[in-house]
């Protein structure tokens, strides 16, 4: 496994106990892009598809785990990341097994003011939309997450 998906695993593992409930792995992290795989059995509902909870909680995940990655590039360490706000939507029903979540970068001018906000303040917040797909790959769960960094 790749040392920041490696990473990644054990940061869910420790700090984010639901995630392991959750059966999550960490698929990639190439381009700014994260990659999370899910069973679908923990996650279930009973009309066979992801459950609407764990479909928020992957998403959640995804966005979380791209900011600690992303902020790790820049040389900053850290699991002071909370999410302060999320909407999602579900536009169609997650029968896929195993389910994927992927999150990838906002615009280049979101990510800046990010950083140097950060660097000032020591503290800033990020919007990331992050997608859980269903088996033909389609949005089944698109959450846009306001992610707060603080020290």
Not at 44 to 52: D, R
Not at 89 to 100: M, N, R
Not at 139 to 148: E, I, R
Request: glycine fraction near 8%; proline fraction near 5%.
């Amino acid at each position: 496994m790749h040392c920041a998906t490696s990473h990644l695993a054990g940061v869910f593992a420790s700090d984010i106990p639901l995630s392991q409930a959750m059966g999550v792995q960490v698929l990639s992290w190439q381009e700014r892009r994260l990659q999370l795989q899910f069973p679908l059995t923990p996650n279930i509902n009973h009309q066979a598809s992801m459950f609407g909870g764990s479909l928020y909680c992957a998403a959640v995940l995804a966005g979380w785990g791209w900011l600690h990655l992303a902020l790790r590039d820049e040389g900053i360490d850290t699991t002071h990341i909370v999410v302060q706000s999320g909407t999602i939507s579900y536009p169609l029903p997650v029968f896929a097994d195993p389910v994927i979540a992927v999150c990838d970068a906002p615009d280049d001018k979101a990510w800046q003011r990010f950083l140097t906000t950060w660097h000032k303040h020591g503290k800033a917040r990020l919007q990331v939309t992050s997608r859980v797909l269903t088996e033909v790959g389609s949005d089944g769960a698109v959450l846009t997450g306001q992610f707060v960094l603080h020290s």
